[in-house]
């Protein structure tokens, strides 16, 4: 617990449901996860469900009374709840606890505003921040403009909110022109990689599953690990060289969580572009975690999402080396491994051998001398078999990667 934090009340929710089939201390434990990110101190938790949500407020008076209560009792600050308010609802809950009331996205974007490291992020994350707020300034500007009809209520007030959602609207056409910017950056430098012909596995998983450590792991390269969720915002690639088969280039992206807001996929999706344009997926899950199955679940429903299922996957459950791996749930297919402990990590280094062999295409060409940087080429990406000379061209058997096939095409020995 971050003793020197805000404290603060959590509240965990749940709508329209039976709570008897529900895992209740799932929703609560991953809501205090991403209050302690936030850098929040956790003073007492909650968990109510909600049969009929209260139009003005989300949850009934007896609810509210009960959390002014534990307010009272722990000195809080302020009140997260683990579900998105509507402004007036927000506001109202305010005034009936006498103190700062945060839902679920409000969270969500202040950790992916403390994470933000690069220009690029910081674009994202305001961008975000920006698509959220503009439609809680429209809903005050209702409730001002009926607060006692149209007489009397012109002038200063309606100047100055619709002047401030005039500026959010600039700020936020310019971050989209920025964005579109560096979605281009991003298709330059994936054609780069294509014309090398290297296969791209992004790494992807529910947040704090252990991404970051796999790459360092696999490849000696990339940020120190982080028990902090969304530590990675931005992607980062690195090359992996595998024995005895083509390199290839791993690709480390934003962790996923449930129920991600919408706007936070809308803000990266130059981002999430990364993963459309791999040619493998790399999931990885934290085998340790009690929310393990929901985890999964939830990984999957977002590559769905973003139409990236289709991808040849496969799957790894770190973290191994602890005593609470739920390695007897394992799916079949899917790895073990530890990047602490470096189990199973050579299995994995030959399974990736497997899948991105199966991706190449095996050739047999006459390269002319002339055409010598060819050769290098096939070396660099591809698995050479066997290499003859004649007296004008060099005879190579290998396994290349489907887009440098194309471009080897005119120099096979097959016809």
């Not at 975000?128 to 209520?153: C, E, H, K, M, N």
């Not at 199955?293 to 973290?319: A, R």
């Not at 497997?354 to 002339?370: A, H, K, N, Q």
Request: with cysteine; charged share 25%; glycine share 6%.
């Amino acid at each position: 617990m971050n003793k020197n934090g805000e404290q603060v009340l959590l509240v965990s929710l749940l709508i329209g449901a039976d709570s008897r089939h529900v895992n209740t201390e799932l929703i609560a434990s991953e809501l205090r996860e991403l209050s302690r990110t936030a850098g929040a101190s956790v003073a007492d938790s909650l968990f109510i469900n909600v049969r009929k949500p209260n139009p003005s407020t989300l949850i009934g008076k007896g609810h509210i009374q009960q959390i002014l209560s534990l307010c009272r009792s722990a000195k809080c600050r302020a009140v997260i709840f683990d579900h998105d308010l509507l402004p007036r609802q927000q506001a109202n809950l305010e005034k009936r606890l006498s103190c700062k009331v945060i839902d679920r996205t409000t969270l969500i974007l202040d950790i992916f505003a403390k994470q933000a490291r690069t220009a690029e992020g910081k674009l994202q994350v305001e961008r975000a921040q920006i698509d959220y707020l503009l439609p809680r300034l429209s809903q005050l500007w209702v409730q001002f403009s009926r607060l006692a009809g149209g007489i009397g209520t012109r002038g200063p007030g309606e100047t100055q909110i619709e002047s401030d959602r005039r500026e959010l609207r600039k700020r936020m056409s310019v971050l989209d022109k920025r964005l579109e910017r560096v979605r281009s950056r991003r298709s330059i430098t994936r054609k780069s990689r294509r014309k090398k012909g290297y296969p791209v596995v992004s790494l992807v998983g529910y947040t704090n599953a252990g991404k970051t450590s796999l790459m360092k792991t696999l490849t000696g390269q990339g940020p120190d690990a982080s028990s902090a969720l969304f530590a990675t915002l931005d992607p980062l690639t690195r090359q992996l060289d595998i024995p005895n088969s083509q390199p290839l280039l791993l690709t480390d992206t934003v962790g996923f969580i449930q129920r991600l807001p919408t706007r936070l996929v809308a803000s990266f999706r130059a981002t999430l572009e990364e993963i459309s344009e791999s040619d493998l997926i790399l999931h990885v899950v934290d085998g340790a975690s009690h929310n393990c199955s929901l985890q999964t679940d939830t990984v999957v429903e977002l590559l769905e999402d973003i139409g990236v299922s289709h991808l040849p996957t496969i799957t790894v459950y770190n973290k191994s080396d602890l005593p609470r791996f739920v390695a007897v749930s394992k799916p079949s297919g899917a790895l073990a491994i530890s990047t602490k402990s470096g189990d199973g990590i050579q299995e994995l280094k030959r399974e990736l051998q497997s899948v991105v062999d199966c991706l190449g295409v095996d050739m047999t060409l006459r390269i002319p001398f002339e055409q010598a940087k060819l050769l290098s080429l096939i070396y660099r990406t591809g698995h050479v078999k066997s290499l003859s000379h004649g007296s004008t061209d060099s005879i190579v058997s290998a396994r290349v990667p489907a887009e440098l096939a194309a471009r080897l095409g005119p120099y096979s020995d097959r016809p």
